[in-house]
């Protein structure tokens, strides 16, 4: 799939979760990008101790599913102007 599919998909996926939810669309926004975003820097350390042969749809994967959610987070509190659950 194509980057910016993959980017899209998921920004509408997370904005339509912290439309309908914005407490759960928060915290999962925050906790799988987080996630996401230490498991892509622990692969490119790992990569650069012992280079192996994984694809690069596995990187590109990685680098959408920590973006996606820091985006999509970041764009609801710019339109909100803050985080109404706090």
């Given at each position: 799939m194509?980057?910016?599919l993959l980017l899209?998909?998921?920004?509408?996926v997370y904005a339509l979760?912290?439309?309908?939810?914005?407490?759960a669309g928060t915290l999962l926004a925050l906790i799988l990008g987080s996630i996401c975003l230490a498991i892509w820097i622990l692969?490119?350390?790992v990569e650069w101790v012992?280079?192996?042969r994984v694809s690069r749809k596995y990187y590109t994967y990685l680098i959408t599913a920590w973006l996606a959610p820091f985006l999509a987070l970041a764009a609801f509190i710019a339109l909100r102007g803050g985080v109404g659950w706090l």
């Amino acid at each position: 799939m194509n980057f910016a599919l993959l980017l899209i998909a998921q920004l509408i996926v997370y904005a339509l979760l912290m439309l309908y939810d914005e407490y759960a669309g928060t915290l999962l926004a925050l906790i799988l990008g987080s996630i996401c975003l230490a498991i892509w820097i622990l692969s490119h350390v790992v990569e650069w101790v012992q280079p192996s042969r994984v694809s690069r749809k596995y990187y590109t994967y990685l680098i959408t599913a920590w973006l996606a959610p820091f985006l999509a987070l970041a764009a609801f509190i710019a339109l909100r102007g803050g985080v109404g659950w706090l």
